[in-house]
């Protein structure tokens, strides 16, 4: 029924910024967490960052990462500022009920966007 629609994604040398956009569709956006996640090659996917009414981050981004929402639009964002190589990964896109913290828990699921930094 939703769908999640990921952009904004790139190269970006370290100590750069990007923001990520994901459009949403088909639902009733305002009634759902909107989630972040990434997922490294070879890796688990984790969370990033999840905002309802509060918004909460995950320790090795929370001094440098902004997740916001825009109802009006439809759209969730996450500014990523001085970006380190750790930070590579595909980012995507989640909604999901205001409890939700872990993947299984969001219902769905945009296709992610590329992020990669270089050192």
């Known amino acids: 029924q939703v769908q999640l629609v990921e952009s904004g994604g790139g190269l970006v040398q370290a100590g750069g910024s990007l923001r990520l956009s994901c459009a949403a569709s088909?639902?009733?956006?305002?009634?759902?967490?909107m989630a972040w996640f990434r997922q490294a090659p070879g890796k688990e996917r984790e969370f990033v960052a999840v905002?309802?009414?509060?918004?909460s981050y995950e320790d090795s981004v929370k001094d440098r990462f902004t997740i916001s929402r825009d109802n009006a639009k439809n759209t969730v964002y996450l500014q990523m500022n001085s970006l380190i190589p750790e930070d590579t990964a595909v980012y995507y896109c989640?909604?999901?009920?205001?409890?939700?913290?872990?993947?299984?828990?969001?219902?769905?699921w945009g296709q992610g966007t590329q992020v990669t930094v270089s050192s």
């Open positions: 989640a909604a999901g009920p205001y409890s939700a913290h872990y993947s299984r828990e969001y219902d769905y």
């Open positions: 088909g639902g009733t956006f305002s009634s759902y967490a």
């Open positions: 905002i309802s009414w509060s918004t």
